[in-house]
């Protein structure tokens, strides 16, 4: 089903107090989403608002930014006066001035600090967050000496306090929060500094390499950031330990995750630190597959974006269809550039994500006002004879795009559904200053507003949904037509059935399901070309989500002690995708289990050739060599 949200970010919000917050004009919101028939609310990361005012550079991969903490409940709570409070308020002038309200929030804060008094929910908040928390604290009275550590660890508990009590508001409305989790940590922050053994250093802890972007036609010399370069050899072998509390905690403040820089999973773009241009730098492979299926393992099933825009490789789009994450489609970038674009909306994928833009791009009006004349035709031939109905303005008929395309879920920036300019723009990478900035006005959130969007919502997910289905009975009709030719052996040999049940469960999403009947068919037995072809293309569109569901299935059938099943479902997802180590180490167990000595050796011996040097493999020589010393025993 074709689901839709918001992009505005918490600063956006309106409020009384000089920058957007956890305030009642939040809560606002999250019904203004709510009435508007929307159900995601993305936003950006909450971190630490480090150089430039930029959310994407914080100082901890775990603290939350003490700006947003609403002071109207501080002073409820009796921890603010009412004349303070009233002493910093100010009118929402369409931008946050961060120079006044790191002045005005400090002073307020500071106050509510002094006046606190530590209780039962606040010792169990610290405890619970021991492992970030305490680093944190220190960093920052460090750096700012005249703040004791513990005035840090009460703006957290505040801002976490809020986040939760907002984000359940917004759960209970039927509205999940979309985060967003930065790839790269900042050199200036607590990662870099307390665990120098995460990154490439030398003998003094200086970073070794950093990261960036090679020389384009946009960039002669490349891009080189101030990121420090992740030593993953280490995140491997500690089963990427430090990465999987960053997501568990993440995954605790949002419902859904956008994976920034999707790319660098794969492959990132290593730049000698002492660089001061791309030149001399070169692209080194990630940790791959490796790292998505440890976080399956130790988290369970979570609902990810792929941030994967800008040139990707084959190995990109393979690692993207191996996690079955969706990605994303941005409509700015299928008219600016050529008439082939991958951004058109007729090549979308269901399992996708659409924007208009994001928050590195200009508003559609924005955009549209910098088109060349051949662009902005060719935008008007497409949506001529696109099936939408054409609104009159260039902002509705790109959101209509997007509503009515083929992708799954549609993300649309609120200054889109504004119709605002240039003015409204979040941020502009690569400059310095007036970036994260723009605010919507009270005002602007009108009744008006919330029933277009809510009136462009039902009407364009009818449609796609009518779409899909016709789309979906077509294909079944013409399938079963073809098939119907061919029973003979076929049907003997189960093979049309299990073809069939296939079919019929790839069209109802049950891609485990689908990839169980498509494995248990001989393909040797598919004698005529279009059955081949069904099969083929299935194959191709199944088996990389459904590697996943298949292990999950295998290993709770070993945990039921039901070997059997286990053994079964494990295979199958071996197969599927045979570089998920952790599926081969519970196949060996459950052969153990089954006592099939034989094929665990075996199991565990592949364990060893495919995968060294992991505690996979490790485990493996060692089961390996209790078995010998169990079978001499017995002698």
């Known amino acids: 089903m074709k689901t839709s949200g918001i992009l505005l970010p918490i600063f956006s919000l309106p409020s009384d107090y000089g920058i957007g917050c956890f305030s009642k004009e939040a809560y606002k919101f999250v019904d203004f989403l709510e009435e508007a028939g929307q159900k995601y609310w993305q936003i950006l990361p909450l971190g630490t608002i480090g150089a430039g005012n930029s959310p994407y550079l914080s100082f901890s991969s775990f603290a939350g930014s003490a700006y947003y903490i609403d002071l109207e409940q501080l002073l409820e709570e009796g921890l603010l006066k009412k004349k303070e409070l009233e002493s910093i308020k100010e009118e929402n002038k369409g931008k946050v001035d961060y120079e006044k309200i790191r002045e005005d929030h400090r002073k307020l804060l500071r106050k509510a600090y002094f006046r606190f008094h530590p209780d039962e929910d606040y010792k169990k908040f610290i405890k619970d967050n021991e492992y970030w928390i305490g680093e944190y604290a220190e960093y920052m009275s460090e750096k700012k000496s005249k703040f004791p550590e513990s005035y840090f660890c009460f703006c957290q508990y505040y801002f976490h306090k809020q986040w939760l009590a907002l984000k359940k508001y917004a759960n209970d409305k039927g509205i999940q929060i979309v985060g967003d989790l930065p790839f790269y940590v900042a050199l200036d922050g607590t990662a870099f500094t307390y665990h120098k053994e995460l990154f490439k250093v030398d003998e003094e802890g200086k970073a070794t390499v950093v990261g960036g972007c090679p020389p384009d036609a946009f960039a002669e010399d490349g891009q080189v950031w101030s990121n420090p370069v992740y030593d993953w050899e280490y995140h491997k072998k500690t089963d990427y330990e430090w990465w999987m509390k960053r997501l568990r905690h993440n995954f605790m403040l949002y419902d859904i995750l956008r994976l920034d820089h999707f790319r660098g999973f794969d492959e990132y773009f290593e730049i000698p630190a002492e660089d001061e241009t791309a030149v001399n730098g070169e692209w080194v492979k990630g940790p791959g597959m490796d790292f998505f299926e440890a976080m399956k393992k130790e988290l369970g099933e979570k609902k990810v974006i792929a941030e994967n825009l800008g040139f990707l490789t084959d190995s990109v789009h393979k690692l993207l269809d191996d996690t079955g994450f969706p990605g994303m489609n941005v409509l700015e970038f299928a008219f600016g550039a050529y008439d082939d674009s991958i951004y058109l909306p007729h090549k979308y994928k269901e399992n996708?994500?659409?924007?208009?833009?994001?928050?590195?791009?200009?508003?559609?009006?924005?955009?549209?006002?910098?088109?060349?004349?051949?662009?902005?035709?060719?935008?008007?031939?497409?949506?001529?004879?696109?099936?939408?109905?054409?609104?009159?303005?260039?902002?509705?008929?790109?959101?209509?795009?997007?509503?009515?395309?083929?992708?799954?879920?549609?993300?649309?920036?609120?200054?889109?559904?504004?119709?605002?300019?240039?003015?409204?723009?979040?941020?502009?990478?690569?400059?310095?200053?007036?970036?994260?900035?723009?605010?919507?006005?009270?005002?602007q959130l009108t009744d008006e507003l919330k029933e277009l969007i809510r009136t462009l919502t039902i009407k364009y997910r009818t449609v796609a949904e009518e779409n899909a289905k016709k789309a979906a009975e077509e294909a079944q009709k013409k399938a079963e037509d073809e098939l119907d030719e061919y029973i003979g052996t076929s049907k003997k040999d189960g093979v049309y059935d299990l073809l069939l049940s296939a079919l019929q469960k790839y069209s109802d999403r049950d891609y485990t399901g689908s990839a169980d009947a498509l494995l248990d068919i001989d393909s040797k037995k598919l004698t005529t070309k279009n059955m081949k072809a069904i099969y083929k293309d299935l194959t191709a569109k199944v088996y990389p989500s459904a590697g996943t569901g298949l292990y999950s299935k295998g290993k709770n059938a070993y945990w039921a002690k039901d070997y059997k099943t286990a053994i079964s479902y494990l295979k199958k997802a071996i197969k599927v995708s045979d570089t998920n180590r952790y599926a081969y180490d519970y196949l060996a167990k459950a052969y153990e289990g089954a006592s099939d000595q034989k094929n665990a050796k075996k199991t565990y011996q592949t364990i060893i050739e495919k995968f060294p040097g992991t505690s996979q493999a490790i485990n493996a020589k060692s089961r390996i060599d209790a078995m010998g010393k169990k079978s001499a025993k017995s002698l």
């Open 352 to 443: 996708s994500v659409v924007y208009t833009g994001t928050h590195d791009n200009d508003t559609v009006v924005g955009w549209y006002e910098t088109l060349s004349e051949d662009d902005k035709k060719f935008l008007e031939h497409y949506l001529k004879y696109s099936t939408i109905e054409r609104t009159g303005t260039v902002h509705l008929d790109l959101i209509s795009l997007a509503l009515e395309s083929r992708s799954d879920m549609v993300i649309i920036p609120l200054q889109d559904y504004l119709g605002l300019g240039n003015e409204a723009r979040i941020n502009t990478p690569s400059t310095v200053g007036g970036n994260w900035e723009w605010r919507v006005k009270e005002e």
